[in-house]
Structure formats: C-alpha cells, structure tokens
C-alpha cells in the first residue's frame, strides 16, 4: 500500500491565483482531513470528511473548498491565494469506526504565496 | 471550545535522561489521545496512544499517563537518545471524532 499520497510536494503561488492540492489514500479509510502546520501553531484542522458525498469545516476553513467524491481522494481548493495561506498542508486519513482509530499522515505539501 | 495546551514548547535534557510533555483538553467528553513524533521536514508519525478507560500505557521506553479527572495527560520518555530528537505533538479527539492538535513541544537530546 501506498498509504496516503499527496501532490505536489510544493508549490509557489501568486496572491489571487488559485490551485488544488491532492490527496489519496488507498487504505479503504472512510475518514480524511486536511490540516495545516505553522510554526507554533500546531496542526490546525481545515476541513474532513467521514464519507463521499459528507463534508464539514474545521477550525480554520476560510479560504479553502473540499469535495469528496470518492472514498479514495480529498481534495483541498485555494480559490484566491492570500500570503497569510503560506504554510505546511498535511492530508490524512483513517478508519470510521464507533471509536477513534490511528490516523495516518501523508507527506505534506509546502505551500508559499506571494 | 475544542482546545489541547501542551507544555512546554521546547524542552532540552541530556542524553540519558528523561522527558516529560504535558497536555490538557477542553472537553470531558474526549476519549483518545494520540501523540506523534515530527522529524524535521517528515510527516507526523504516531508513538503511542491512549483510550479514556486506561490509565497508563508504555511501550519501551516511552509511556503515556491519563488523569480523565483533571483533563491531562503526559507523555515519558525514559533513557532519551539523539534520535529522539523531534518536534512532540499531543492530540485529542472532540465531537465527531476530531482530532485537535496541541502547539507541539521541541524536545532537543543533548549528547
């Protein structure tokens, strides 16, 4: 297995412009989350899913759009890129179950934007 | 809210020794507590965690301890090495089984 893959590894952005981060899990994982890491600040939640088709915010969602379409991939959307969105973004994923189960990062994407 | 404190944020100690990170959550409700290790520039890698109905859990030299009644929990690191070296991440898990991070703790093993 693969585990959880994410692309690019990193990116250069200008403010405005917009882009899609990918992530994929060939794990059968019904949960995935984004998060994003600042110095300091911890891994701070954006957005998960517990299913396709089931989407909802996490602690810092503005500025972000998720879909999931499909149990294996969880996009994450920048629609206008500000400077303030310059940081580490680490996709992650693990089972549903009826208790928390190991959760399991990918490689994360550095993200800067000018 | 949903909200980890973990102390400190930066904790050096001689190689040999042992190091102790402490975390508290806001929510009693919380069940699991995971806590991951982040070499520089990798993902964060799961250590070692815990469930609310279980006190202590050690595995080698590293042991984790939940006071449910306090809302904290801690995690030991016995006979620290170099490669122990790494950035220390708490977390708990909230309604709808989030997992909210702590700030994280550099831990630095002198040698």
């Known amino acids: 297995n693969a585990g959880v893959t994410q692309t690019p590894k990193f990116q250069v952005l200008k403010t405005g412009q917009s882009m899609t981060l990918q992530c994929a899990q060939d794990m059968n994982h019904e949960y995935m989350s984004w998060y994003r890491q600042d110095p300091g600040m911890g891994l701070r939640l954006i957005h998960y899913s517990v299913g396709a088709g089931i989407t909802d915010q996490g602690e810092v969602p503005n500025g972000y759009n998720v879909s999931r379409s499909t149990t294996e991939d969880f996009p994450l959307r920048l629609l206008s890129a500000a400077p303030s969105q310059t940081s580490v973004y680490f996709c992650a994923s693990r089972r549903w179950v009826n208790r928390p189960d190991t959760q399991y990062f990918g490689p994360g994407t550095r993200l800067t934007v000018l | 809210g949903e909200n980890v404190e973990q102390h400190p944020s930066t904790l050096s100690v001689q190689e040999g020794d042992s190091a102790v990170i402490k975390c508290t959550y806001s929510?009693?409700?919380?069940?699991?507590f995971p806590w991951y290790k982040q070499e520089l520039g990798k993902r964060p890698q799961l250590i070692i965690d815990i469930r609310s109905n279980v006190g202590e859990k050690k595995d080698q030299r590293i042991a984790v301890t939940l006071n449910k009644t306090a809302k904290h929990f801690s995690l030991h690191i016995t006979e620290t090495q170099p490669e122990d070296s790494a950035v220390y991440f708490c977390?708990?898990?909230?309604?709808?089984?989030?997992?909210?991070f702590g700030a994280g703790t550099i831990l630095r093993v002198k040698s």
């Open positions: 977390a708990a898990s909230f309604y709808g089984n989030k997992l909210v």
């Open positions: 929510d009693s409700a919380s069940n699991y």
